[in-house]
């Protein structure tokens, strides 16, 4: 799923992802690491990652959490009455995600999701 945030009228973000339900979710979870915490786009990409829902054809609804995520986050969402379930690091499960960022001098710069194939280069 593309997507593109603009910054002044100009493209500034150009991302997309793949993940079934969880697209939307990776997606607003990319730009507000970003816009929000001033990620660059490798560790918006790499950051662990949550997904609530079915995922690449998993009939479930539960809170699926890398285990990069803290136990304190787990057992805190699992007080609250969400079924959680740990993936591994780095998990496929998680959908997968790119980024590239057009910072004001027009420089770009890539972001490759550790979790599937994928190169930024540039020339």
Known sequence: MPAMAFLDGKPSILYGTQGGEGQPQT??????????YGMNPQQAVSAPRRVWGRTWGEPTEELKVEERVGSEVCNALSKAGHVV???SAYDGVMGHAHMIQ?????FRIGG???RCDGAAIGW
Do not use: F, M, S, Y
């Open 27 to 36: 997606q607003t979870a990319l730009i507000t690491r970003v816009v929000h």
């Open 85 to 87: 379930r740990k993936v």
């Open 102 to 106: 057009i910072n004001e001098h027009g």
């Open 112 to 114: 490759t999701d550790p």
